[in-house]
């Protein structure tokens, strides 16, 4: 029998930020194995979003390193980190209103196509911008709205047009940050489906406060608190810690 081998995708040592005199991130050390889908929760001002912030490069931290697929990135702005495969969807939904869903989505296929052709696979392995578009409109449901104007889209659908729209760049390795808020039961439910289907082959983290949700998805849970991390385990193993119970869960 052949041992799995976990493959390390990303790494940060000692990573720092602060605002002002707000320590928002304090000497945090973290890994990710390729593949897998981690979920960090914590309490509100936890640090969440700028931790993911600072592997984006959308912050540039004071202090530490990132390592990703074996690069040391620290010192790269975000543009250099989209290309080398880090998506991340903002908290805040982030889509051209004015442009319809196919046209928002062919903006991320652009990207793709790009950067694809720089590689050295034929052109016939390399899938077209309709195709592209086509598949990423099926996995999230919106085939049905492909001409509608994105401000049209209900909120829930909103967000999917962006999870779309990341997922035609094709990233290695997806952020999203509070992908759930403000959707529906329903809409969660289908979002789950959602993730279950694209973690075939790339690698999430998943910051949310719905703890179901992240649970229900997540291979292993970070728990952050005050800017540093204060658990990490599987869920069944967050759910039992006693110090994340105090801290966060409120028991
Ligand atoms: N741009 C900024 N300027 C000043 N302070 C900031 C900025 N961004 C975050 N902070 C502060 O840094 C700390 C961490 O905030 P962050 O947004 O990372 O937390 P979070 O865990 O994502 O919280 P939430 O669950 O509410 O989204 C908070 O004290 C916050 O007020
Ligand atoms: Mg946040």
Redesign the pocket.
Known sequence: MVALVAVSLLSTRKLNRR??G?V?VKDVDFSLEQGEIRGII??????????VNLLSGCFASDSGQIVFQGVDITGQPAWKRARLGIAYTF?ITSIYPGLTVFENVAIGAQVRIRQSSKSKASPDEKPGLEEIVDNCLRLTGLDRSRTRLAAELAYGHQRLLEIAVNLAVDPVLLILD?PTQGLSVDEIEEFTGLLKCIRSNRTLIL?D?NLPFVMNLADRVTV?DQ?GILAENDPKGIQRDVRVKTAYLGE
């Open positions: 605002f002002g707000i928002a914590g309490p509100n001002g936890a640090g969440k979003t700028t931790f908290q509070e910051i406060h952050m800017g």
